[in-house]
């Protein structure tokens, strides 16, 4: 586990993969398992160097009100740090599952062209008024090709899905059929979609 400067504390990351590899993906998450190969199985058949970033609940807090000091606004500043030192002058690929999600598309739109591919895995559209207008002009603006992922019983939905391919440039929306999602839950996890959303986000690092 390796860590990086934010707050009063640190963000843990973790790189798998080749090392070296022309191809960065970085990956954001929630929980236990933040830091682990989403399937080892998958990412062994790409030439891709895969940094998964583990965030938890305060590094989450007012995803809307990007530019202040607020916890969120903070952790993507506390990101494209990360980005510039691990994958330097390098064009990456994003993913952020589910409520990772926001921060995913927040530091897409932050760092502009150096982001060419996001997915965004079991993320909810925003629930309230102001959040949707505060996040609408972003979406607009992204330079990524996006993947919008759902499935099964949520936590997002195919409503949830269009409501980001309906603001954005460039993006496409995958839902899970009910029979390949195995979560104890119910949920699309990035797990059960990993070689889809690492196809989309390296693209051409496939290995022979």
Same mark, same amino acid.
């Given at each position: 586990?390796?860590?990086?400067?934010?707050?009063? !504390?640190?963000?843990?990351?973790?790189?798998?993969?080749?090392?070296?590899?022309?191809?960065?993906?970085?990956?954001?998450?929630?929980?236990?398992? /933040?830091?682990?190969?989403?399937?080892?199985?998958?990412?062994?058949?790409?030439?891709?160097?895969?940094?998964?970033?583990?965030?938890?609940?305060?590094?989450?807090?007012?995803?809307?009100?990007?530019?202040?000091?607020?916890? /969120?606004?903070?952790?993507?500043?506390?990101?494209?740090?990360?980005?510039?030192?691990?994958?330097?002058?390098?064009?990456?690929?994003?993913?952020?599952?589910?409520?990772?999600?926001?921060? /995913?598309?927040?530091?897409?739109?932050?760092?502009?062209?150096?982001?060419?591919?996001?997915?965004?895995?079991?993320?909810?559209?925003?629930?309230?008024?102001?959040?949707?207008?505060?996040?609408?002009?972003?979406?607009?603006?992204?330079?990524?090709?996006?993947?919008?992922?759902?499935?099964?019983?949520?936590?997002?939905?195919?409503?949830?899905?269009?409501?980001?391919?309906?603001?954005?440039?460039?993006?496409?929306?995958?839902?899970?059929?009910?029979?390949?999602?195995?979560?104890?839950?119910?949920?699309?996890?990035?797990?059960?979609?990993?070689?889809?959303?690492? /196809?989309?986000?390296?693209? !051409?690092? !496939?290995?022979?």
């Amino acid at each position: 586990m390796s860590l990086a400067p934010w707050l009063d !504390g640190e963000l843990g990351y973790r790189s798998f993969g080749t090392p070296g590899a022309p191809r960065a993906v970085f990956v954001l998450r929630t929980g236990d398992s /933040a830091t682990t190969d989403p399937d080892a199985r998958v990412t062994s058949g790409y030439d891709v160097r895969v940094v998964a970033v583990g965030l938890d609940a305060p590094e989450l807090e007012d995803p809307p009100v990007f530019g202040g000091q607020t916890p /969120a606004g903070l952790t993507v500043e506390a990101l494209r740090e990360l980005v510039g030192r691990e994958a330097p002058g390098a064009i990456v690929g994003l993913v952020g599952e589910r409520s990772a999600g926001p921060i /995913a598309i927040y530091l897409a739109a932050a760092l502009g062209p150096v982001v060419d591919r996001l997915a965004i895995v079991g993320v909810q559209s925003p629930s309230d008024p102001l959040s949707r207008d505060l996040r609408t002009p972003l979406l607009d603006h992204l330079d990524a090709e996006v993947l919008v992922v759902v499935g099964g019983d949520g936590p997002a939905d195919s409503g949830d899905a269009e409501w980001y391919v309906e603001r954005m440039r460039s993006a496409e929306v995958e839902v899970v059929p009910d029979a390949e999602i195995t979560s104890v839950n119910g949920h699309v996890t990035l797990t059960s979609v990993w070689e889809r959303v690492l /196809a989309h986000v390296a693209p !051409g690092a !496939g290995r022979r």
